[in-house]
């Protein structure tokens, strides 16, 4: 079975801009969370998607959003880029069933 | 300003040495646990879970333990490789709590794992 899948690996922005993050769960697995990555914050949740349904958020701002569509990808987005948007974004799916999140390889997004 | 970054733990051992990652989680509601594995420049790699109703479980050369009296876990890795020489995080989530909170998983820190030829 392939893997979590994330494109583009790597993005570079300018302040301002939106960016628009991709991510392929593993087939089969519904529920897809988006974590973000930096040295100063470690590890944060951003959201969980089921079904086409945001079903958890964490506490980032609004410019932060993402969707699901029916084949279970999803996408997040960020608008109104600011520098310390910088970061590994990652993506993680599980089966509706089991509990484990599996991680893609990330989308490392610089802004300057 | 500057930002200043974690100050990560770190832990040094020799290869074939057993290897024991600690981690105090915070929340006593959560009933399922997850030990990852980063390598630099991938994701994290799923190493080994336990639920709440356990209190260890073996893998292939891995071990996890839970004491949910003091809320710590522990991973122990036997036989440690170079190969495992990368930033291991616990990561808890209150997996069945009416399904509301299935997909956010709250990390800790991570462990930097050195491993010596």
């Known amino acids: 079975k392939a893997g979590v899948t994330q494109t583009p690996r790597y993005l570079i922005k300018t302040r301002g801009q939106q960016v628009t993050l991709s991510c392929s769960p593993i087939?089969?697995?519904?529920?897809v969370s988006w974590y973000q990555q930096t040295p100063g914050q470690g590890l944060q949740f951003l959201f969980e998607?089921?079904?086409?349904?945001?079903?958890n958020k964490g506490n980032f701002p609004g410019r932060f959003s993402g969707r699901q569509f029916s084949n279970s990808r999803s996408e997040m987005n960020v608008s109104t880029l600011e520098l310390g948007d910088s970061a590994l974004y990652l993506c993680?799916?599980?089966?509706?069933?089991?509990?484990?999140?599996?991680f893609g390889p990330g989308t490392r997004l610089l802004v300057l | 300003g500057e930002s200043v970054g974690l100050h990560l733990p770190t832990l040094s051992v020799q290869e074939g040495d057993n290897s024991i990652i600690n981690c105090a989680y915070s929340?006593?509601?959560?009933?399922?646990f997850i030990w990852y594995k980063q390598e630099s420049g991938k994701g994290p790699q799923f190493i080994i879970d336990?639920?709440?109703?356990?209190d260890k479980r073996q893998g292939q050369r891995v071990t996890v333990l839970l004491n949910k009296t003091v809320k710590h876990l522990s991973l122990q890795i036997a036989a440690t490789q170079p190969g495992d020489s990368a930033v291991y995080f616990c990561?808890?989530?209150?997996?069945?709590?009416?399904?509301?909170?299935?997909?956010?998983?709250?990390f800790g820190q991570g462990t930097i794992l050195t491993v010596h030829p």
């Open positions: 336990i639920r709440s109703n356990m």
């Open positions: 929340n006593s509601a959560s009933d399922y």
């Open positions: 993680a799916s599980s089966s509706a069933t089991g509990t484990a999140q599996y």
């Open positions: 990561a808890e989530t209150t997996a069945f709590a009416g399904g509301t909170s299935y997909g956010k998983l709250t």
């Open positions: 998607y089921f079904s086409e349904t945001q079903r």
């Open positions: 087939s089969g697995h519904r529920s």
